[in-house]
């Protein structure tokens, strides 16, 4: 529950505890959250609708394209081969001598790298980058 402080037809205040009482202007507030698609759509700003009782505070949708979603995949395959590295990296400098840096490990995680890239950067849809 919300609670909003109106003056002058306009929301100057949004608060989620109880007001002080006795101070005139506000009213209850529920928000209002369209429901949105992973991986599809997110929130975006609030609107207030005061002509409604409890006010509505009023959130927007907006479509996430398949280009749009591209460069978090890009980053997530990166971060993957990049924990792979520093894993065998660490082998290398680690107390134990039986451990050793194993570069045909990370040549394994380059090739899946750089095949998971050609994917993203070729997928058209939505359905196509799920998929990956």
Not at 14 to 43: F, H, L, M
Not at 71 to 82: D, H, N, P, T, V
Not at 89 to 105: G, S
Request: with cysteine; aromatic share 10%.
């Amino acid at each position: 529950m919300f609670f909003v402080k109106i003056v002058n037809d306009e929301v100057t205040q949004c608060w989620d505890t109880q007001p002080p009482k006795g101070e005139s202007g506000w009213k209850s507030a529920i928000e209002v959250r369209p429901a949105v698609t992973p991986n599809r759509q997110y929130y975006t700003g609030h609107t207030f609708d005061i002509t409604k009782d409890p006010v509505e505070i009023v959130w927007g949708v907006q479509d996430i394209t398949a280009e749009d979603r591209k460069g978090g995949l890009r980053s997530q395959a990166a971060a993957e081969f990049q924990q792979v590295v520093q894993a065998e990296t660490k082998k290398q400098t680690d107390e134990f001598p039986a451990t050793q840096y194993n570069a045909a490990t990370v040549d394994a995680a380059r090739i899946a790298f750089e095949t998971a890239v050609t994917a993203i950067n070729a997928a058209t849809t939505h359905e196509q980058l799920d998929a990956l």
